[in-house]
């Protein structure tokens, strides 16, 4: 097997982790990192060999781009607090702290190496908190706090990580100079993001195809990585910036096929890059934990020294900070998102699990330094961040559904409720205003105008039938019950039209794309069936 094909079983097992996964109770990544671990054991399976360098960009743009997809500037501007006091601010206590007690356990760790190790295994990772959390049915609240951590650590981390490889492979550390360094990174990073954004949203606009919108939307992550890290800026803070801008400003709202077509395709590509990511964490054990060959219980206990520091670090800083995060809430802030409790402080404690971004850092360490020479203890922080990475994506992400079954933190389903019930009202509203202006401006029979008002009235008792009161909800039941009989024979008969269509595709003479443009005329008629 060269590693052409490991990739395509990465990929495949990428895809079937999910559902297997779903059977066994066990999360995705988690499984993708086992699977990986126990290929690596096959003998006809290759060593991963991929360059340092061209891990972070292939494989950071497009998971944070996605992860991006499920949040707003919005929702980022009102948690700005809760964020700088969860997130931020301990990346540096945790990098603070693993520093230390590498430099002190590790013998020849310098303490640029020591702060690189620190802040490569400082950042929980987004993708696989999310995976492992948001299957549990956690409150909605919890999981964004839990989305937002692991974005905005992990720029404030790989930040960190360039500053302390860059003095590491230099031989010299300057704090001032560093400070500089880290403004200068975040002010290049966001100028970057949001000029690239305004064009990519500008070009949007002249782009009538939507297969070519959503090609420009893989091309971005990519190009806001590469052209920041190029003017020296933060790569994860200009993706992130240019995500948070188109999905504030872009997007036509009568695109449905687009819309529709360009969530199923980031959709594919997270579950794919994600499944590959810790498929290789798994390939990876073999070769880091190879490194610690006769010295296996020595540096088994400087790993254990670390993994406990980030796990420590993370539950002393995390109840205080969410107890002073709630003291300074107010009644003002409805959007704000912090913990409610010390139990949902501990379920986001267990949670913390690190993966892609750590272990991805781990590898792009360089392997000589400015003059020539090995990068210092280089094999044993690989080791170490594995070890991390391995003890707290499996421990806790196989522990953390008993965790949260324990301590009974589970969402509320009332303000969701509320809050579809009340964009249904808009919705509905929305729609009768227009059909008032097209009944003013044009001549409408009164039957058809009765039909469409009716219609509207049912527009926003579908999205959310708790809108309407008993009686009306009992006969919106018996028309809704006939609409899916509706539904359902317009669907067969679809059905049979395609099937139809589609055979005509092997008959003699018969033009492929003439059979394809009467089927997608079919396939867009199935979606607006009523």
Request: proline residues 6%; aromatic residues 6%; hydrophobic residues 55%.
């Amino acid at each position: 097997m060269d590693q052409l094909a490991l990739l395509f079983v990465l990929l495949l097992g990428a895809v079937v982790s999910v559902p297997l996964g779903d059977r066994l109770g066990l999360p995705a990544p988690v499984l993708m990192t086992l699977a990986g671990a126990v290929l690596a054991l096959v003998p006809a399976v290759p060593n991963v060999d991929i360059p340092p360098e061209y891990i972070l960009p292939l494989v950071l743009p497009p998971l944070l781009y996605a992860s991006a997809q499920r949040t707003s500037w919005r929702q980022f501007a009102a948690n700005v607090r809760p964020i700088l006091l969860l997130a931020v601010a301990l990346v540096f206590v945790t990098t603070a702290a693993v520093a230390a007690v590498a430099h002190a356990v590790v013998p020849g760790l310098p303490i640029a190496a020591a702060v690189a190790l620190g802040a490569l295994v400082a950042p929980p990772d987004p993708v696989a908190a999310t995976a492992v959390a948001g299957s549990l049915g956690l409150p909605r609240r919890l999981v964004s706090i839990l989305e937002g951590e692991g974005l905005f650590n992990d720029v404030t981390a790989i930040v960190l990580y360039h500053v302390a490889v860059a003095a590491a492979v230099s031989g010299s550390f300057s704090w001032p100079e560093a400070l500089g360094e880290f403004v200068l990174s975040a002010v290049v990073a966001v100028a970057v993001g949001l000029g690239l954004g305004w064009a990519s949203n500008a070009l949007m606009g002249r782009l009538d195809d939507a297969t070519l919108r959503i090609g420009l939307t893989l091309l971005v992550p990519f190009v806001a990585y590469v052209l920041a890290e190029e003017l020296h800026g933060s790569g994860v803070l200009a993706v992130l910036t240019t995500a948070l801008f188109l999905a504030e400003y872009a997007g036509d709202a009568d695109d449905v096929l687009g819309r529709l077509a360009g969530h199923t395709f980031w959709e594919i590509v997270d579950t794919l890059v994600t499944g590959v990511a810790f498929g290789l964490i798994g390939l990876e054990l073999h070769n880091v934990f190879g490194v610690a060959h006769g010295r296996e219980g020595e540096m088994a206990g400087w790993a254990a020294a670390v993994v406990g520091v980030v796990v420590v670090v993370r539950l002393l800083w995390l109840l205080p900070a969410a107890w002073l995060a709630r003291r300074l809430h107010t009644g003002r802030d409805v959007d704000e998102e912090i913990p409610l409790g010390w139990r949902e402080s501990v379920v986001m404690w267990w949670a913390g699990m690190r993966g892609v971004a750590s272990v991805a850092l781990a590898l792009a360490i360089p392997l000589t330094v400015a003059g020539g020479g090995p990068f210092p203890a280089r094999d044993e922080i690989v080791f170490i961040a594995f070890s991390v990475v391995t003890v707290t994506l499996v421990c806790q992400g196989l522990t953390l559904p008993w965790l949260v079954r324990r301590l009974g933190v589970e969402a509320d389903p009332g303000p969701g409720r509320e809050m579809q019930r009340q964009l249904a009202i808009r919705a509905a509203k929305a729609a009768k205003r227009r059909l008032k202006q097209i009944e003013e401006a044009e001549d409408l029979p009164e039957d058809l105008v009765e039909q469409l008002y009716r219609r509207a009235y049912e527009l926003g008792a579908r999205i959310s039938p708790d809108m309407v009161d008993e009686e009306r909800r009992e006969a919106y039941a018996q028309r809704e019950r006939r609409l899916r009989d509706l539904q359902r024979i317009q669907r067969e008969m679809l059905s049979a039209a395609r099937h139809e269509v589609l055979a005509a595709r092997s008959e003699p003479g018969a033009d492929p794309e003439v059979v394809d443009r009467v089927l997608l005329h079919l396939d867009v008629r199935s979606l607006r069936a009523p």
